[in-house]
């Protein structure tokens, strides 16, 4: 069982920058890859960014690439994501989640979710 617990969420201007945190209870933290998603109002949830239980592999949506970048401590059973040049169309709740894939994936099969942290991005 795998516990994810958000931080980091706030109001920002457009080209701002903002890290998100995500927490991660139980031993087995890194045997999984970890996984942002976020959903838009009004929007489905989307993949954002991903990394894979070595730390070795992401992988990221086209709209974040290069703005965007996961990281994960094992140490600290947290994983981040640092978010460069904010958009406001980057606006939207963010979840964390856990995966067992071998790699990380744009289309993972997610075993547990966070509870979601709010971004907005004000132009």
């Known amino acids: 069982q795998v516990q994810l617990v958000e931080s980091g969420g706030g109001l920002v201007q457009a080209g701002d920058s903002l890290r998100l945190s995500c927490a991660a209870s139980?031993?087995?933290?890194?045997?999984?890859?970890m996984d942002w998603f976020r959903q838009a109002p009004g929007k489905e949830r989307e993949f954002v960014a991903a990394?894979?239980?070595?730390?070795?592999?992401?992988i990221y949506a086209d709209s974040v690439k290069g703005r965007f970048t996961i990281s994960r401590d094992d140490a600290k059973n947290t994983v981040y994501l640092q978010m460069n040049s904010l958009k406001p169309e980057d606006t939207g709740v963010y979840y964390c989640?856990?995966?067992?894939?071998?790699?990380?994936?744009?289309?993972?099969?997610?075993?547990?979710w966070g509870q979601g942290t709010q971004v907005t991005v004000s132009s």
């Open positions: 990394i894979s239980w070595s730390g070795f592999s992401t």
């Open positions: 139980g031993r087995t933290f890194s045997r999984y890859a």
């Open positions: 989640a856990a995966d067992l894939s071998a790699v990380a994936s744009t289309n993972p099969k997610v075993d547990y």
